[in-house]
């Protein structure tokens, strides 16, 4: 697992307060972690802080997963 | 009880009548604020007056750009901000048939777009707070209309719905969102009336007098408060009891 991956499902599981384990890569942040469009808005806030990128809203619309947000992130960051 | 030691605000229009009331009533209960309004001059005279520590902030809020600018520059200044006050607002009366573009445009910008502005962005550092008071000043013709005020009653009424559904959007955050509705409030404007005009105006009204801005003010501070928690999306209305809505 990369260290990007560790550190978006760090942020994932204190932000949703969701167990560790139900953090997988294909985990839906909507349909399988009970996140609300706020709770989609904070992690796209606290993502950019963790990782110093920037998430345009037209890209943050389109992370779903979680590995949607790591290979963003990994793609982008500087 | 309703002490805002610690808490931080921004005002916008803090120079003018219910602006200056409204600042003095948040510093009052110990809040720190970044005064914000469009005349240097007034400003800086407004802050001399109201003593402490408090920060000023130029701002023409008919410009966009320079709107979006107000809540980073209010963080930078006051190091967070816990209080969003939208009190700013200009009229620019006319009756519908005779309204120009300009006047129904200018108005609706500076009253409803500008405080848009200012929500949207300071929504994101009350939200990682997990804490906020966003209070806008709205009118009593927001809630009843007035003649040769489609404008300024459109934009009033516009701002209490957005700031319903902001606070729906933002309680489980504990952000509260809420407004205050002055009726007639003694002011320079109404002073200038003729006595005929002044006394046709307290008739209308069951406490038989025009508001303070300390009346305004003190209904502001309560909602800043943080005993204030649990209500959000509503109106308060002060206007001695003109209208009960």
């Not at chain 1, 294909?26 to 606290?46: T, Y």
């Not at chain 2, 906020?132 to 927001?142: D, F, L």
């Amino acid at each position: 697992m990369s260290e990007t991956a560790d550190r978006v499902k760090k942020i994932v599981v204190e932000h949703l307060g969701v167990e560790a384990e139900k953090v997988t890569e294909d985990a839906s942040f909507i349909d399988d972690l009970g996140a609300d469009s706020l709770d989609i808005v904070e992690l796209v806030m606290a993502f950019e802080e963790e990782f110093g990128v920037e998430i345009p809203d037209d890209a943050a619309e389109k992370i779903s997963t979680v590995k949607d947000a790591i290979t963003f992130i990994d793609a982008n960051k500087g | 009880m309703f002490d805002l030691t610690g808490m931080t605000a921004l005002v916008t229009g803090a120079s003018g009548g219910i602006g200056s009331a409204v600042a003095k009533a948040l510093a009052g209960q110990g809040a720190r604020l970044a005064l914000s309004g469009s005349n240097a001059d007034k400003l800086e005279a407004f802050r001399a007056e109201l003593g402490g520590d408090h920060v000023t902030l130029v701002c023409d809020l008919s410009d966009g750009a320079a709107v979006d600018g107000l809540i980073p520059r209010a963080v930078e200044a006051l190091g967070h901000l816990d209080i969003l006050v939208n009190n700013a607002g200009v009229t620019r009366d006319n009756l519908v048939m005779r309204m120009k573009d300009e006047e129904w445009d200018s108005v609706i910008r500076v009253n409803l777009e500008a405080a848009f502005r200012l929500v949207r962005a300071a929504a994101k550092p009350m939200m990682k707070a997990r804490f906020g008071r966003v209070i806008s000043i709205t009118s009593v013709v927001g809630a009843t209309g007035n003649p040769g005020q489609a404008n300024y009653a459109a934009s009033k009424g516009g701002l209490t719905a957005m700031s319903k559904a902001l606070a729906q959007e933002l309680a489980s955050r504990n952000i509260t969102v809420n407004c205050v509705a002055p009726g007639f409030i003694a002011s320079p404007m109404t002073d200038a009336l003729p006595e005929a005009q002044k006394e046709a105006l307290t008739a209308r009204i069951p406490a038989g007098k025009l508001g303070e801005g300390s009346d305004v003010g003190a209904a502001v501070a309560y909602l800043a408060s943080r005993e204030a928690a649990y209500v959000t999306g509503q109106t308060v209305h002060v206007n001695g009891g003109m209208a009960m809505v």
